[in-house]
C-alpha cells in the first residue's frame, strides 16, 4: 500500500510539473524569436532575432547605450547569414555565418558590424579581433514609433526598425 501511495504521489508530481511547463510555454515571450529571410542581388540573406517591445521606455541612450556594442535585439545574439559573396555599404563580406552588432551613435552615424563568432549570447563575450567587417551607417528617423523591433529585407540592403530609428544598411 506505502509503495502505491509513493507512486501515485510520483505521478501527481510528474503531471503537476508537466502542467506547469507548458503554462509558461503558452504566454507570450517578451522578446519572440524571429528571422527576416529574402534575396538581395541574388544573395539570400537570412536574419535570426529576438524581437524586444519598446514598452514605453527610452530606447536610445536609455535601455541601449550609445557608443557601446550591442547585439542589435534580444537574448542571443542577432545572425546574420548570406549564401553569396556581398558587397556591404560597398565593402566585401563573405559568404557566411555572422552575429550581427551594432554601435548606437547620438550623432546618427552607427557601426554596423559582422563577426565571425555567430553563435553569442548577447554582446557579453564580443572580441572585435573576430570581425569580418565593419561599416558606418546613416539612420533615418521613422515617421511613427515602431514598438517591436524588426527586420526588413528589401531589394537594397535590409534595415533593423526600432523605436523611433530605422538603421538601413546597403547590399550589393
Known amino acids: ?17 508537466s502542467v506547469n511547463a507548458m503554462a509558461q510555454d503558452a504566454q507570450p515571450k517578451p522578446s519572440p524569436a524571429a528571422t527576416a529571410t529574402g534575396k ?4 539570400t540573406i537570412t536574419i ?7 514598452k514605453g521606455r527610452k530606447i536610445w541612450g536609455g535601455l541601449e547605450a550609445y557608443d557601446k556594442v550591442w547585439r542589435a535585439g534580444a537574448n542571443e545574439a542577432t545572425t546574420f547569414e548570406t549564401d553569396k559573396d556581398i558587397l556591404v555599404e ?3 563580406l563573405a559568404a557566411g555565418k555572422y552575429s550581427f552588432f551594432l554601435i548606437p551613435k547620438e550623432s546618427g552615424t552607427w557601426t554596423a558590424i559582422f563577426n565571425k563568432e555567430p553563435k553569442q549570447w548577447g554582446a557579453y563575450k564580443y572580441e572585435e579581433a573576430k ?5 558606418e551607417v ?3 528617423a521613422l515617421k511613427a514609433t515602431q514598438e517591436r523591433l524588426v527586420y526588413k529585407i528589401t531589394k537594397n540592403g535590409f534595415s533593423l526598425d526600432w523605436d523611433k530609428i530605422s538603421v538601413p544598411v ?3
Request: charged share 20%.
Open 138 to 140: 546613416k539612420t533615418k
Open 90 to 92: 560597398g565593402k566585401p
Open 1 to 17: 500500500m506505502k509503495t502505491m501511495i509513493k507512486s501515485i504521489a510520483l505521478l501527481l508530481t510528474v503531471i503537476t510539473v
Open 170 to 172: 546597403t547590399i550589393k
Open 40 to 43: 538581395v542581388k541574388g544573395a
Open 131 to 135: 570581425d569580418a567587417l565593419r561599416v
Open 48 to 54: 535570426n532575432y529576438s524581437s524586444p517591445a519598446v
